[in-house]
Nanobody, 130 residues
């Protein structure tokens, strides 16, 4: 079992920055796809950034490419999302999620269905005012 806890959300004006942190605990042995998802009111949950704990290039949704950066500190079981040039449309609850490599069917992290991500944090609110 993997337990994920997000922090770092808040309110910021458009053009500002925030950094989200996700701390993992529990059974974290082995490789995982780690991702940040977000869900705005009335909208479906969408993936915004993905990274493989075993290395490789991260993947971003087109809507955040060039503005958001996902990174990780495997020694501390911590995932980050640096969000710059924030826009009002970035307002959402942001979730950290993980799925074991054994469950991905060999797919890349961004190709794994949202429902396949087995572990989720409680979410952190990000509000961007224009």
């Amino acid at each position: 079992q993997v337990h994920l806890v997000e922090s770092g959300g808040g309110s910021v004006q458009a053009g500002g920055s925030l950094r989200l942190t996700c701390t993992a605990s529990g059974y974290t042995v082995g490789s995982f796809c780690m991702a940040w998802f977000r869900q705005a009111p009335g909208k479906e949950r969408e993936g915004v950034a993905y990274i493989w704990t075993g290395g490789g290039s991260p993947h971003y949704a087109d809507s955040v490419k060039g503005r958001f950066t996902i990174s990780q500190n495997n020694a501390e079981n911590t995932l980050y999302l640096q969000m710059n040039s924030l826009k009002a449309e970035d307002t959402a609850i942001y979730y950290c999620a993980a799925v074991s490599a054994r469950s991905t069917g060999g797919l890349g992290c961004s190709s794994v269905a949202t429902s396949t991500y087995a572990y989720w944090g409680q979410g952190t609110q990000v509000t961007v005012s224009s």
